[in-house]
């Protein structure tokens, strides 16, 4: 079983923690500046699932996409563990952002004119050298086919995006994003172009492998409802993690005794 510990040459290093420490973005578009974050402080532990709310507007996938370094802050840092990552050089970003984190978006995001094996296939292409791939493709095209099988898409391995269903698609980018093993999955608002079974479903997948994997999951979403499914929920209101929501035991805590090192806290009853 996975732990999210990750196996280097020089042995196991701890599990991530991410952390914003007092992040600020400014857009600034047309001589208009948009003022978005106003000092972010947050952490995510290891292990947690997360998600993060507030109104349209309010900076969710800023924030997300500047703890994946999407993007950078323009002052503050983000952390991983005790490495500082907002100001890696592009190169090593990159090596980071590919073999440590795993991305799903709302609108999945997935190659058209790709399978779903192909699409699930890509970050481990992107990861190979040219020369190395004739080497790996074997091994990663097995690896691929298991993760379909894994989120419930055995049947659709050769299907192309427009031939699945929103929940469908989905589903392969989840098994893409965790194609190379990534410690943390940053998904936005993943249920947002969804019904609410298969909105249901993916969260129900999601949990599964921060349970069965010790998956790392910070989620944006809108739908409250799947929010409180979550081990702890913060609010962004006016460029700042809201302060008036105070720490209580986590959603989880009465169906199931957290880990030792989980959770240290939770935001109850927002929304
Ligand atoms: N690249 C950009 N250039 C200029 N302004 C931007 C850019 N990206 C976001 N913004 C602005 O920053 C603000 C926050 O955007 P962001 O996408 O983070 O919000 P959000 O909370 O994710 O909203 P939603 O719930 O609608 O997805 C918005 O006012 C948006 O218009
Ligand atoms: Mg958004």
New binding site residues.
């Given amino acids: 079983m996975q732990t999210g510990y990750i196996e280097t040459t020089s042995g196991v290093v701890p599990p991530p923690i991410l952390r914003a420490e007092n992040v600020r973005k400014t857009?600034r578009?047309n001589g208009i500046s948009?003022e978005?974050l106003k000092g972010v402080d947050f952490s995510v532990n290891h292990g947690e699932f997360v998600s993060i709310v507030?109104?349209?507007?309010?900076?969710?996938?800023?924030?997300l996409h500047l703890m994946g370094t999407l993007d950078s802050p323009d002052a503050g840092a983000i952390w991983l563990g005790d490495r500082r990552i907002d100001n890696l050089p592009g190169r090593e970003r990159d090596k980071l952002r590919n073999g440590r984190f795993g991305f799903i978006f709302q609108f999945y995001h997935l190659l058209p004119e790709l399978t779903a094996v192909e699409n699930v296939l890509a970050p481990e292409l992107v990861a190979s050298s040219v020369w190395q791939w004739p080497f790996r493709k074997k091994a990663a095209t097995r690896r691929a086919e298991e993760l379909l099988e894994r989120v419930g898409l055995g049947h659709r391995k050769h299907h192309r995006p427009r031939e699945m269903s929103g929940g469908e698609m989905q589903r392969t980018a989840i098994a893409r994003a965790i194609m190379t093993r990534p410690g943390i999955l940053f998904a936005d608002?993943p249920t947002g172009n969804l019904d609410e079974a298969a909105g249901a479903e993916i969260m129900a997948l999601l949990r599964e492998l921060n349970r069965a994997d010790g998956l790392t999951v910070l989620m944006?979403t809108?739908n409250m409802e799947m929010a409180n499914t979550t081990d702890r929920i913060v609010r962004?209101a006016s460029g700042r993690i809201d302060p008036t929501r105070q720490p209580v035991q986590p959603v989880h805590s009465l169906s199931r005794p957290p880990e030792s090192g989980r959770m240290e806290y939770a935001y109850r009853g927002v929304g």
């Avoid at 507030?54 to 924030?63: F, Q, R, V």
């Fill in positions: 857009y578009r948009t978005v507030g109104a349209s507007g309010s900076g969710k996938s800023t924030l608002e944006v809108h962004l």
